[in-house]
């Protein structure tokens, strides 16, 4: 029987549980929904049961299991713990222990759990199978409803102390912007996330729509105000890109997350901003290459199971 790691994505709306061979075969997969409840334990009985049904699906499961946790942020790698700002119910949940509980219960024997938040593991997942699988070090990017971000170096995931490390929605890019959510001034995510544009759009009498989908299909489609709210926002992302680029010295970064679906009416600003910033030697090449996975947090996760001894 071939190596076997059990991967699980948790997400603000669902939660997905597989077991995952060494080539990236998903062999089983489930998907419960996140329940919007204030009580913890409530939340986590989605996780626990979507662990149990794949465990009961298995004939001989290989112990100790390796686990891999991807976790919408803020995490903390090292201490097992959780508190992703879309799940109010968890703060500081101890999902490492939690996790192991479940899976000691039904094989008698503790699994190793590794947790990385869900940027980190999209990096991983598209450095293993996606765009990035033919290069040693790559930064992930996530642009969505906010932009996440994380660093394969070297064929091995940066982490950082606690595992938020590469957080490209909060470095800031405008040191006389606004004040982010976060505390800091002038973020990337306050210019680039999909609400940000849309907001944006809207502040100028855009009115076709209420999100980022719409708003791009505009753009597609010759709208003035959409390809300009757009330019605007990819100007923010592609300076947080070169500053990642030039104090990481890495030169592929893989976009992903919804917003980057548009395609070219995101790619091609982008890249144009991106030469603009980009400019010491080692930097000038850097280039952005779209997602080819469609569950890379997933695979990332099990490719964090897989990293473990
Ligand atoms: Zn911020």
Known sequence: MSQQVLAIDIGGTKIAAALVDADGAILKETVRPTLPSTNPDVVFASAEAAIVQLLSEVAEPQTPLRVGVGSAGPINGPAGT??????????????????????????????????????????LGEHWLGAGHDVDSMVGMVLSTGVGGGAVLNNTLFAGLTGNSVHIGHISVNAWGPRCVCGCHGCVEMYARGPALVAAAKARGWSGGNDAQALTAAARAGDEIALTVIDHGMRALAAGIATTATELDVRTFVLGGGVSKAGEVIFGPLRRHLRDFAVLDYVVDVEVRPAILENAGLLGAAALAFSQP
């Not at 992703?84 to 999902?95: D, G, H, K, S």
């Not at 509980?101 to 940027?119: C, E, F, H, N």
Request: net charge positive; with cysteine.
């Open 82 to 123: 959780i508190s992703p700002v879309n799940i109010p119910a968890w703060r500081n949940f101890e999902v490492s222990a939690r996790v192991a509980d479940v899976i000691a219960d039904r094989l008698g024997v503790r699994p190793r759990v590794a947790l990385a938040g869900d940027g980190h593991c999209f990096a």
